[in-house]
């Protein structure tokens, strides 16, 4: 299917998801295991290579940020309420996989369940995606504003830079737009890792706890970041103004089917079949290839691999007039 061929009626969609959003008890808890447990069981051994060395500590370090990222999807998906068919335990288990990503997650989860039913609506943003510009709203910025965009915008800022402060400090505070019930969990979740953060650096130390905990952070950060970026901000994108916004159309040709080796595939809990997740939210991540392999019209959409994945981090600007994202070079270019 492409953009301008006509879309299938929602019960058509509605008819598609309905078959893959039934979750597995015995799949989520084997994730579970095979996520967290890793993860916690990772942070063992890391104590103990740190008596030794750092830099055998290293490796596994960059691993445990892997498995963090799988920690963090269980996350998201349990904010679907995807993950189980209990609501209770969707609550419980993403808010202590929240915990362990130094995330809040009423707060994430909320402002998550936003982005879904406002991507790609220029009339919109503003609701967990990238901040983006159009051509007009750009050039009609001042000098100093341009900076702030163009420094926000580029990759070593907001991957380098953004993505650990986002998760380090900038989910540690509440602000007057939250509910009572999200400050509270900003609260709760801060008190929490407090304890957590206090308890393990009378076990093992701070500096053998900050060296390992910043780390993992650092890099799950980056790649969860990325991720991020991806899903919404790629070549063939389409965004649009309200009056033509459409879900369907917009899960499909306003976000990524990124598709990653297998292995990367795994430790992105499948976040790469982006297009099927915004289509159908209450899929369980585990159920999403099944999903695609299983249904021609998902596999019809251009994926991006992970080196053509790298072109996207140039492009800066929505140019409404052409209906494509743009790079500053191009507006330069265009500019004469």
């Known amino acids: 299917m492409t953009k301008n061929e006509k879309k299938p009626s929602s019960k058509s969609w509605h008819n598609i998801v ?27 051994l890391m104590v103990q290579t740190m008596k030794v060395s750092f830099w055998l500590t290293l490796p596994l370090i960059i691993l445990s940020a892997g498995f963090l990222i799988r920690v ?23 808010k202590i996989c929240g915990i362990l ?7 994430w989860t909320d402002s998550h369940r936003q982005h879904h039913q406002t991507v790609g609506n220029l009339d919109k943003r503003g609701f967990g995606d990238v901040w983006t510009l159009t051509v007009d709203e750009y050039l009609e910025k001042g000098p100093w ?22 998760f380090l400090v900038l989910h540690r505070f509440s602000n007057r737009r939250m509910t009572r019930k999200q400050k509270l969990n900003v609260y709760f979740t801060n008190v929490i890792l407090a304890l957590l953060v206090a308890g393990m650096s009378w076990l093992i130390g701070w500096q053998t706890f900050l060296m390992i905990q910043l780390p993992i952070m650092y890099f799950s950060a980056i790649g969860g970041v990325y991720l991020f970026y991806l899903q919404h901000q790629y070549e063939d994108v389409t965004w649009s103004r309200n009056e033509e916004w459409d879900y369907h159309m917009m899960a499909l040709h306003g976000s990524s089917f990124f598709k990653l080796p297998v ?13 099927i997740h915004h289509l159908g939210p209450t899929i369980p991540n585990y159920n999403l290839v099944k999903c695609h392999n299983e249904n021609e019209i998902f596999q019809q959409i251009k994926p991006i691999t992970l080196l053509k994945s790298f ?6 600007l929505w140019d409404e007039k052409n209906q494509r994202i743009v790079s500053f070079r191009e507006l330069r ?4």
């Not at 809990?269 to 982006?274: L, R």
């Not at 270019?333 to 004469?336: D, E, H, N, P, Q």
């Open 72 to 94: 963090f999807i269980i996350f998201h998906d349990c904010g679907h309420g995807s993950f189980f068919k209990s609501k209770k335990l969707n609550l419980t288990v993403g």
């Open 311 to 316: 072109g996207a981090l140039k492009l800066r």
């Open 18 to 44: 309905l078959k893959y959003n039934k979750p597995r008890i015995s799949q989520s808890i084997w994730q579970i295991i095979n996520s967290a447990g890793a993860y916690l069981l990772l942070w063992v």
């Open 333 to 336: 270019v265009k500019a004469g």
């Open 101 to 107: 990503a130094f995330t809040p997650y009423d707060k």
């Open 145 to 166: 504003k341009r900076f702030l965009y163009r420094l926000f915008r580029h990759p070593l800022f907001m991957f380098g830079i953004g993505a650990p402060l986002s």
């Open 263 to 275: 292995i990367l595939r795994w430790f992105t809990g499948n976040i790469g079949f982006h297009h």
